[in-house]
């Protein structure tokens, strides 16, 4: 391993990883990812036996077990921002035993190389960076463990997008990986969630301000679609018993939805919240990388070139663990289900039990921490046993 | 009863039912409602005795039992168009039996007064026409069935905005209604809900062509955000098991939503049927009433201004029937659950078994058809009771 290439511990650093060349064929030259990496020293924790059969602490990071963690659609490679309860000293994803490594996705906006990078002309990509598949992502961190000198990885652990990649990488290189636990997706995209998705899309495209996807030097962006996607996208990740229980019927504060006249001054307490989200990610994402991770969910297939989605899942030789949330309607349990009977290496299916739907693996934080704590000492007991 | 105001059985005809107040405080100038009936004199059916102990058949039609059959929200009260296998001669709803009614909601687009009708000032209410609940589309129908003559209705039944009307009517005017169905429907908007119906406003306005509510003389209609509005709901009101065994993640015939380049006319399946939907809806379907249907739908509450949500279901002193369908995510299962558990005079739960979501009270008719011949049968005995 080039441990010099790695950043400091809870830092990121761009790597380059080369041309990728995306399954349909269009060749992405010079692909940089941002990448974050954990791995703290021994702390002088004295609470720090919990977790005895893992891998030993304090080893230099070179010999240390490798974790990659797959990030979901609006996230990013600081995994400690958005996975914050899980990742840590002496935290499920232990930062004291492990390397753990996150990059932001081929075709985000948090670092990586996507359509709001400079183009080789000197102009943003725009509308001329290709369509792209949750395979050209995994694709493109194959080429930046590759670059780091990292020969194989105890465990790719992701959820949403995060897992649909995780099952590729399963499907990829299943020589590389010694584990995987899958959260929260499915072997392919459901036509009802190609529905919301492509609704999504369109909602940016039909802003004038996107431009046809080439709005990056206009000084406009598409910011009323990208907050119309996002008040959809949310309500799929929230439960609906969740939030009737917060919001109910309720006015927003200081509004009257039930005055003589609508107007849209006049809302539900349920719409400031969602307006709150809305106005959050469209000063933090680029809609050009939004339309993009959103076709490449579209495109989710393990099955396609493969024989069809349970042949291909049939063949998985890396022992994998699937979890879910009982309420998700966007990845709904009976996926997860599915995966389990359909796995060719299957090693355990854990339900997350709450009223917050899909994002429940972000939410629920101590039933996702024994979920993690489970699977990584599967993972271990693996490890050892392929190290002999 | 005033027959000679009735229209044609099958046929409809215009109703002016005078001024209407609403909720808020607005007087609607001389509302239309466009009013359906359906009275058969008997045939000579053979098959015909199957419903022995309903309504005798064939009488005069101011002898008959009256069913006032509520609309849903892009519905009308061509009751024989959108709900072909339910209603007719020997059919659940036996049109040689009942007088059967079906008027289009106050605020409308198929021949009620609605944002699209003509203002007395010559050009239409748009913008002006104002934010109605749905118990101001009761009263505009308590005034119909007023100005008809008729006295008494032995059992209103409606699905969805319907069924929000439906139990309305029980504690509105309970002494009017001898028995209520409320199909696929809650005793309150939910907040996933109005994140949801808001949302599509919020679509249609955001269209240029919507002119603030003012576009009927612009030559102009918001067609763009209609279909955005559309395709959300559509993917609310169908199961994703449903959708998924018909399109799961095809192309579109002829396109490519694979290739190496995004765009809008490489579809999946599930898009082009989505798209079908879509643009059948913005041709029959007026913009301004979609946006006040929607509104009066977030206003649904059967607890305003009656000591809350459960006390006013409490006092219900009709006999109510709630069905609804096992994978409704608009209107889930717990919903009836809930109306069943705090309705007054609560008389039976139905279950419609169906992977196709909240449409299924549209589609599965055999079933359908059982609960409304189980639901008229437990009307009639309740009307004979109360005729002594």
Chains 1, 2 share one sequence.
């Not at 290439?5 to 080369?18: F, K």
């Not at 969602?274 to 339309?291: M, P």
């Amino acid at each position: 391993m080039h441990a010099d290439l790695l950043p400091a511990s809870g830092s990121s650093t761009h790597i380059s990883v080369g041309d990728v060349v995306t399954e349909a064929g269009v060749t992405i030259p010079d692909v940089q990812l941002k990448l974050f990496a954990y791995y703290d020293a021994t702390s002088a924790d004295p609470n720090y036996a919990d977790f005895s059969e893992g891998p030993e602490p304090g080893l230099d990071v070179q010999d240390r077990p490798v974790l990659l963690i797959e990030h979901a659609l609006t996230g990013d490679g600081n995994l400690a921002d958005w996975w914050p309860e899980m990742v840590g000293p002496h935290k499920p994803l232990d930062t004291t035993r492990y390397l753990i490594l996150c990059a932001n996705v081929l075709g985000g906006c948090s670092g990586s190389t996507g359509p709001g990078s400079t183009h080789p002309d000197g102009k943003a990509w725009g509308s001329r960076f290709p369509g792209i598949s949750i395979r050209d992502m995994v694709t493109a961190e194959k080429a930046l463990l590759d670059t780091l000198g990292i020969t194989h990885v105890q465990a790719v652990i992701g959820a949403s997008m995060g897992g649909a990649r995780t099952l590729e990488w399963t499907l990829m290189h299943p020589d590389y990986v010694g584990a995987a636990l899958a959260i929260a997706v499915s072997a392919r995209a459901s036509a009802w969630q190609i529905g919301l998705q492509s609704s999504q899309i369109r909602f940016v495209e039909a802003d004038p301000h996107w431009h046809g996807g080439d709005y990056y030097e206009t000084g406009e962006s598409p910011a009323e679609g990208m907050g119309q996607a996002r008040r959809i996208a949310h309500l799929t990740y929230r439960g609906e018993l969740e939030m009737d229980e917060r919001f109910g019927v309720d006015p927003q504060r200081g509004e009257d939805p039930y005055g003589p006249y609508r107007g849209s001054k006049q809302r539900f307490a349920v719409e400031g919240y969602l307006d709150r989200h809305a106005d959050k990610l469209k000063v933090r994402f680029d809609a050009g990388s939004y339309v993009t991770l959103t076709d490449a969910l579209n495109r989710h297939d393990v099955g396609r070139g493969r024989g069809g989605m349970n042949a291909a899942l049939a063949r998985s030789e890396v022992p994998t663990m699937v979890a879910g949330v009982d309420t998700d309607i966007l990845y709904p349990w009976h996926q997860q289900e599915h995966l389990s009977r359909n796995l060719g290496d299957f090693i355990g299916l854990s339900q997350i039990t709450s009223p917050t739907g899909h994002d429940g693996f972000l939410i629920e934080g101590r039933q996702m921490g024994q979920i993690l704590q489970k699977f990584l000492l599967k993972a271990e007991h693996i490890g050892r046993d392929a190290r002999g």
